[in-house]
């Protein structure tokens, strides 16, 4: 029975995201002053007034998605990490990767 029911969970949590697995956030809903690059105040503006996420939380993933400490997120920064959530990409920090090209 355990067996069946882990099964039916793991099935129902594949469903859920091959359902969505097309799907890529808006940039230019983030980018509202549409200058190529999401500020911490366009993120953190976009992500309480739609409720997702308090201020503290947004402010915290920004930070997290600004890779590269820039104070802003290109639209590649923001794609790599939905590739991350997926799965599809390693996690490898851009800090790790510039100190390997150093070497």
Known sequence: MVRKAN?????????????HADQLPDFSLFDVDDDGLISEDEYVSHQTGSRK????????????????????????ELYRAVQIWRGEAEKTSVSAINLANRQ
Do not use: P
Not at 13 to 19: F, H, K, S
Not at 53 to 74: C, M, P, W, Y
């Open 7 to 19: 099964f039916l969970l793991a099935a129902a949590m594949m469903t859920a995201l091959i359902g």
């Open 53 to 76: 996420a308090s201020e503290s939380e947004a402010i915290a993933k920004f930070a997290g998605l600004d890779r590269d400490q820039n104070h802003t997120v290109s639209e590649e």
